[in-house]
């Protein structure tokens, strides 16, 4: 303040004001002779001297006060002793610094408060289990919770809503909701993506914003396991009751026979018991796949989030298997890359597919034959291919291989024990993993499995 080009002026200002009435008091003494012009000099400058000193002490003061008000609008949160550095002055400085100080302590508890309250719901909106958007008044989205970022698979979620959700009836919806009108409960649609999704949208308007600061609200609410697990009950109870009334016809009429005709058959005990204990073993199996098969689908759409090493699981799986291999009388090579393939993946199912697939390779290669298997990795993908040299695949047959229950050869496949269901459970799991499956078969040669997936960032 005291380096403004106006306080001279102002010091002036009040330098005249306190002298004037002295002024006119000894001019008036001055005309009529009974004081002379040295003295009105005297009384004007007596008058000026204490104008001077007051008003630059009550400058002081008033920067004072003015430093601690500044000090406290910058820092309102943080403790001070303001009372006991002021000073004792003409204005109640002490009693303003008093006033501000309790009006500091107040401002300081209600944002201490506020800041709690913005906490907990900032926490509490992180940890809410289904995606919720929060839309400006240009329909582009200003926030954001975790699930929403696992749910689009996005570090950063911004920009304009049909960035991320294009479904018609929920634009039409949020529009709705931006000129007021009434928007039903929910809005159901399905979201195409590597494996489809059911979602339910909910969209809520915050009441009491202006108009061009409307916003929206949107919560997300994952269907897809709920629509797969009923889905599933249906499919199971309709595979199962066809896929089993083989083995258990066969088992019926076995234990007619040794009821009836081979009573006291001992060669024919034998050989019905083993057929009885095959059929058994394929109904087990059979009932196992399809619990495997449904309770992976049921997660399809969830993608696994741990770090694997592809190579890791890949040599566990052919360690494993080497000891069936020995006893087919086949060997199986194994080609691993120089640096770890990490992938985001579960490591039992990724374990799932590769047994299904080696195992495969053994069972339909020619004896005394080699299973391949390889593994490359770039920056982007990893594939994993397992070749086999048995008869072949035709080209009319690839595209349906990994539907449920289609064989090729139907006979030769419940000859090998297989329940037609190993290359539909490899697909899901595949799909789960947002990877491929390619099938390439020439017959008499072979065929080739190649599995790729995306390498973890």
């Known amino acids: 303040m005291t380096d403004s080009s106006g306080y001279f002026w102002k010091m002036l200002m009040f330098i005249l004001i306190a002298t004037v009435p002295v002024g006119i008091v000894a001019v008036w003494l001055l005309n009529d002779d009974k004081i002379e012009i040295n003295t009105v000099l005297l009384l004007v400058l007596a008058a000026a001297l204490p104008a001077y000193f007051l008003y630059n002490r009550l400058v002081k003061e008033i920067l004072v006060v003015l430093g601690k008000m500044e000090k406290a609008v910058q820092s309102p949160t943080m403790e001070s002793d303001d009372v006991t550095n002021a000073r004792d002055g003409f204005l109640p400085v002490n009693d303003l610094l008093l006033m501000m100080q309790q009006y500091r302590r107040a401002l300081r508890r209600m944002l201490v408060e506020a800041k709690s309250r913005q906490d907990d719901a900032t926490m509490l909106f992180e940890m809410l289990p289904d995606p919720i958007l929060v839309l400006d008044e240009k329909r582009r989205v200003s926030q954001a919770n975790a699930a929403a970022h696992n749910f689009f698979g996005a570090e950063t979620i911004e920009g304009d809503l049909t960035s991320y959700l294009r479904h018609p009836n929920l634009l039409k919806a949020v529009d709705a909701a931006y000129k007021g009108q009434e928007v039903s409960d929910r809005v159901e649609f399905r979201m195409s993506d590597v494996v489809t999704r059911h979602v339910a949208a909910y969209v809520v308007s915050l009441d009491g914003e202006e108009e061009e600061d409307k916003r929206l609200i949107i919560t997300l609410h994952d269907l897809t396991a709920s629509k797969k697990m009923a889905q599933m009950r249906v499919d199971f109870v309709a595979n199962a009751s066809h896929e089993l009334r083989t083995p258990l016809a066969i088992l019926v009429g076995a234990l007619e026979t040794l009821m009836g005709p081979a009573r006291d058959d001992k060669q024919a005990h034998e050989r019905f018991f083993a057929m009885m204990q095959a059929q058994s073993s394929r109904m087990s199996q059979l009932i196992d796949d399809l619990l495997s098969l449904s309770q992976i689908e049921i997660n399809e759409h969830s993608r696994p989030s741990d770090t694997v090493n592809l190579a890791d699981v890949v040599q566990g799986v052919t360690d494993l298997i080497r000891t069936r291999a020995c006893d087919l009388g086949k060997t199986i090579s194994i080609d691993l890359p120089a640096q770890p393939a990490l992938?985001?993946?579960?490591?039992?199912?990724?374990?799932?597919?590769?047994?299904?697939?080696?195992?495969?390779?053994?069972?339909?290669?020619?004896?005394?034959?080699?299973?391949?298997?390889?593994?490359?990795?770039?920056?982007?993908?990893?594939?994993?291919?397992?070749?086999?040299?048995?008869?072949?695949?035709?080209?009319?047959?690839?595209?349906?291989?990994?539907?449920?229950?289609?064989?090729?050869?139907?006979?030769?496949?419940?000859?090998?024990?297989?329940?037609?269901?190993?290359?539909?459970?490899?697909?899901?799991?595949?799909?789960?993993?947002?990877?491929?499956?390619?099938?390439?078969?020439?017959?008499?040669?072979?065929?080739?499995?190649?599995?790729?997936?995306?390498?973890?960032?």
Do not use: C, M, W
Not at 347 to 355: A, I, K, N, P, Y
Not at 363 to 374: L, M
Not at 387 to 399: N, R, T
């Open 343 to 457: 992938i985001a993946g579960d490591s039992d199912q990724l374990s799932q597919v590769f047994t299904n697939l080696i195992d495969n390779g053994l069972k339909y290669s020619k004896p005394n034959s080699e299973v391949r298997v390889s593994i490359l990795a770039d920056g982007k993908e990893a594939r994993v291919a397992i070749k086999d040299s048995g008869e072949g695949i035709e080209e009319s047959h690839l595209p349906r291989l990994t539907e449920r229950f289609y064989r090729v050869d139907s006979d030769r496949s419940r000859e090998l024990g297989g329940t037609g269901l190993g290359l539909a459970i490899v697909k899901h799991i595949v799909s789960r993993h947002r990877g491929q499956l390619e099938i390439e078969s020439v017959v008499g040669e072979g065929s080739t499995f190649t599995v790729k997936l995306p390498i973890n960032s």
